[in-house]
């Protein structure tokens, strides 16, 4: 069976009815197969990724979790006031440690190969919570189509996303489009830059990518008294409807200004 521990024991036939002392045990797991997207990944199984120092052996994690500074997951807040307050799906996220010093390498958490053949068009979704007060190093996403040999970088984040450990997760699209027929795997790697900032990821898919894929990494560029520039990411977008309002107005409400782009 894939994925199965096992132990074996040794026991000499000598003939006649006689026979050694047993030798042993050696103990080993099967490996894994290739998954099949859809493929969805909560880590929330409590016999899989237990808190701190277990990660489901599908999956890869340099420095091994429960280290000082690796990939681990976990249920509640981080420390140091930085990170998001609970899990996403009810049971764990996976976060980056980032209260330490020192030199060390960045941390890199690797899913299982996932053949995505049967989809038209692979995409990669994924909640993110990054809030440490302008502290907190870039994180890239890194996909291999030759289990692991090479990596290709598929998407980058630099700074915080939230603005508090109690703001919602947010959710992140990457489109997969190159990789359609392939067997993949993907990486997350957190860059290192010492104390603070508890990057955090859960609810893993790969899964169709949707014909309209929404844009990615809306920001403030510029402002003045009268006028704002924001800048956003879409590689298939060739038009945009842009609305804003006062804190809290609700999309196409009366009075919210509304341009298209």
């Given at each position: 069976t894939p994925n199965t521990p096992y132990e074996a024991y040794l026991v000499a036939d000598c003939g006649?009815?006689?026979y050694s002392d047993t030798t042993g045990p050696i103990s080993f797991r099967t490996p894994c197969t290739i998954t099949t997207a859809p493929f969805n990944e909560s880590f929330d199984d409590p016999v899989s990724w237990i808190s701190r120092n277990t990660i489901d052996p599908?999956?890869?994690a340099s420095p091994s979790p429960g280290t000082t500074w690796s990939w681990e997951p976990k249920s509640g807040a981080p420390s140091s006031g930085n990170g998001p307050l609970q899990d996403l799906t009810g049971g764990n996220y996976m976060y980056v440690e980032a209260s330490v010093s020192g030199s060390l390498p960045d941390a890199e958490l690797i899913s299982p190969a996932i053949d995505v053949s049967g989809l038209t068009t692979p995409g990669l979704y994924f909640f993110q919570h990054r809030y440490s007060g302008a502290t907190i190093a870039d994180m890239s996403v890194e996909v291999s189509n030759d289990f692991g040999t090479t990596w290709n970088t598929v998407y980058t984040i630099t700074g915080d996303?939230?603005?508090?450990?109690?703001?919602a997760w947010s959710l992140e699209f990457v489109n997969l489009a190159a990789y359609t027929g392939d067997t993949v795997m993907i990486k997350f790697l957190q860059k290192f830059n010492g104390c603070c900032g508890d990057a955090a990821i859960d609810s893993v898919v790969v899964d169709e990518a949707?014909?309209?894929p929404w844009p990615t990494g809306l920001s403030l560029t510029a402002a003045t008294?009268?006028?704002?520039?924001?800048?956003?990411?879409?590689?298939?977008?060739?038009s945009w409807n842009l609305q804003w309002g006062?804190?809290?107005?609700t999309q196409a409400s009366p009075g919210a200004g509304t341009k298209t782009t």
């Open positions: 006649s009815g006689g599908c999956w890869g996303v939230q603005t508090s450990s109690s703001d949707p014909t309209c008294d009268s006028s704002v520039s924001i800048g956003w990411n879409d590689p298939s977008g060739t006062p804190p809290g107005f």
